[in-house]
T-cell receptor, first 112, second 116 residues
Framework: SQQGEEDPQALSIQEGENATMNCSYK?????LQWYRQNSGRGLVHLILIRSNEREKHSGRLRVTLDTSKKSSSLLITASRAADTASYFC????????????FGKGTKLTVNP | DGGITQSPKYLFRKEGQNVTLSCEQN?????MYWYRQDPGQGLRLIYY???????QKGDIAEGYSVSREKKESFPLTVTSAQKNPTAFYLC???????????????FGPGTRLTVL
């Protein structure tokens, strides 16, 4: 069953602009993760935010988590053409689930 | 180099054939996972294993089988019972942190399977 849903499904911006992607989920979680996938490749882990955290930064990435709204956002600042990829959120289920549930992703295109 | 490898990169199967996809990791991770990805879709869990000689069905296990005889290896067999096997298959591994199994997963490069 779908736990995380990303929004928008696709996003096209110019280099230098910021890109914001959102993820909504349905049940309580231990943590939420964001992954990146270049076309035809495996996923690469970007950032993990725990349920007791509200914001986390990693380089040009900023992730927020609002557990009351069951939502998260991923902000990529000063985007580059190399950021072109699909971005997925993944959530677990609170209670010690060993599984992650992935959304369908946001396809980001950064135009030079 | 530590990492997770999958082979082959591309695989073609005739209808009625079983094929096996390889996944190996040298990260000393306890858990390994197999996912299926269809075009424009997210990942769906096929099987996962937290310990040698034990594995659990995921959301779409029908038509697939796995084994976990060694910690480093988690091969996936796509059987003839899987009616629509054409997809991109991804293997991942992870290890529990602080008692939580659902920590960061490390992915292989994937195998693209096409049924002819």
């Amino acid at each position: 069953s779908q736990q995380g849903e990303e929004d928008p499904q696709a996003l096209s911006i110019q280099e230098g602009e910021n890109a914001t992607m959102n993820c909504s989920y349905k049940t309580s979680i231990n943590n939420l993760q964001w992954y990146r996938q270049n076309s035809g490749r495996g996923l690469v882990h970007l950032i993990l935010i725990r349920s007791n955290e509200r914001e986390k930064h990693s380089g040009r990435l900023r992730v927020t988590l609002d557990t009351s709204k069951k939502s998260s956002s991923l902000l990529i600042t000063a985007s580059r053409a190399a950021d072109t990829a699909s971005y997925f959120c993944a959530t677990d289920l609170q209670g010690g689930s060993e599984k992650l549930v992935f959304g369908k992703g946001t396809k980001l295109t950064v135009n030079p | 180099d530590g990492g997770i490898t999958q082979s082959p990169k591309y695989l073609f199967r005739k209808e009625g054939q079983n094929v096996t996809l390889s996944c190996e990791q040298n990260l000393n991770h306890d858990a390994m996972y197999w996912y299926r990805q269809d075009p424009g879709q997210g990942l769906r869990l096929i099987y996962y294993s937290q310990i040698v000689n034990d594995f659990q069905k995921g959301d779409i296990a029908e038509g697939y089988s796995v084994s976990r005889e060694k910690k480093e290896s988690f091969p996936l067999t796509v059987t003839s019972a899987q009616k629509n096997p054409t997809a991109f298959y991804l293997c991942a591994s992870s290890t529990p942190r602080g008692g939580v199994w659902s920590d960061t997963q490390y992915f292989g490069p994937g195998t693209r399977l096409t049924v002819l």
